[in-house]
């Protein structure tokens, strides 16, 4: 069984923390990889820095200009991560746009995730279809699953396909527009959250985009099997460095 369905069987509210690889410094990757696992996260998505990442908000956006500066790239993420699971054990997912996987090469990318011990993968611009038709089974050999996102907009009938050929969980964008960090959730918010819990689906939901505190997980998590904040980690990473990160952590549940 894969990591991610493990930590998905566990009875609790499961928080998951986004951060870019190459950011703040090049050689942070790994280092604040450890910091979450020790700190109590209970799973890390690690963001391949994109030039052009349209769904993403100023703070993601701002924070992969600099990693791309810094000289981050999927080659050096991979070399830094090859002796990962010498010291974390939790769920480790990548997060990135299609385009620099598909020019690293789909299947050595595939086999790449799995020789450092990448659990899952988050590519917002690969639509489930072409994934179905000519990915599953590369991405299936390589012990790698793959998570789809929904949006309020996303239709019944769309959510239930991706339902039906995914092995992990659903990523439930919190709203329509892109990423960032937010103080608290409206009520059609949480109308969405209720009405896609009440669709009973048989991959849980987690929650992403708009998680910043206390508050806004709570609320995230009502209807849903765990929380993702990235926006706001990368803020404190900003201007509190990698010591801060066991209090913003603490801080959150």
Do not use: W
Not at 121 to 145: C, H, Q, R, T, W
Not at 148 to 171: A, C, K, N
Not at 228 to 240: D, E, R
Not at 241 to 252: E, F, N, P, R
């Amino acid at each position: 069984m894969n990591r991610i369905q493990k930590k998905l069987e566990e009875d609790k509210k499961l928080l998951s923390i986004y951060f870019t690889a190459g950011y703040p410094e090049i050689e942070d990757t790994l280092p604040i990889l450890q910091t979450l696992e020790k700190s109590g996260v209970d799973m890390v998505e690690i963001g391949l820095p994109f030039s052009d990442p349209l769904a993403d908000g100023p703070t993601i956006q701002e924070s992969a200009s600099i990693a791309i500066n810094n000289g981050m790239n999927t080659k050096v993420l991979f070399a830094q991560l090859k002796d990962m699971r010498k010291t974390v054990k939790i769920p480790v997912l990548l997060m990135g746009y299609f385009n620099p996987i598909l020019q690293f090469g789909v299947e050595k990318f595939c086999q790449k995730c799995r020789d450092v011990g990448i659990d899952g993968l988050i590519i917002p611009d690969l639509p489930v279809g072409v994934y179905e038709e000519s990915y599953k089974e590369m991405f299936l050999n390589a012990g790698l699953i793959n998570i789809f996102l929904i949006t309020p907009h996303t239709t019944q009938e769309r959510i239930r396909y991706m339902d039906s050929v995914s092995d992990g969980f659903i990523y439930m964008v919190s709203s329509a527009g892109t990423t960032g960090a937010k103080n608290t959730f409206k009520k059609e918010q949480a109308d969405y959250f209720k009405r896609i819990s009440e669709m009973q689906l048989k991959n849980p939901q987690i929650v992403g985009f708009g998680i910043s505190n206390k508050e806004t997980f709570k609320k995230a998590t009502k209807y849903a099997s765990g929380a993702i904040i990235g926006s706001a980690f990368i803020q404190m990473l900003t201007s509190k460095g990698l010591k801060g990160i066991d209090t913003y952590v603490k801080s959150l549940r």
